[in-house]
């Protein structure tokens, strides 16, 4: 059992900044990768940026160079940091977890408007 808590979104203007956390508790020593997923209204959940145990990231295209992913083990809490915010980044953001064996959990979710 492990529970993610998202926070941090908001509404922002293009070309600002935001960071969103993911706090995970619960049985957190199996989980060997987290990361953030989004999903606009019409669209599929599509993966922002992933981290591994080992400190390996992964980013989407469309946000490379913008955010970026990292971790504190201390706190058993995962950021997203989005600068150069664009209204195409409008989306519900998801934090998820991968246990090995086990179905991936996912957070409720924190709603990110971008708009002038």
């Known amino acids: 059992q492990v529970q993610l808590v998202e926070s941090g979104g908001g509404l922002v203007q293009p070309g600002g900044s935001l960071r969103l956390s993911c706090a995970a508790s619960?049985?957190?020593?199996?989980?060997?990768?987290m990361g953030w997923y989004r999903q606009a209204p019409g669209k599929q959940r599509e993966l922002v940026a992933a981290?591994?145990?080992?400190?390996?990231?992964n980013y989407g295209d469309s946000v490379k160079g913008r955010f970026t992913i990292s971790r504190d083990n201390t706190k058993n809490t995962m950021y997203l940091q989005m600068n150069s915010l664009k209204p195409e980044d409008t989306a519900v953001y998801y934090c998820?977890?991968?246990?090995?064996?086990?179905?991936?959990?996912w957070g409720q979710g924190t709603q990110v408007t971008v708009s002038s």
């Open positions: 998820n977890a991968l246990v090995r064996f086990t179905p991936a959990y």
């Open positions: 619960g049985s957190i020593f199996g989980i060997y990768a």
């Open positions: 981290i591994t145990n080992d400190g390996s990231t």
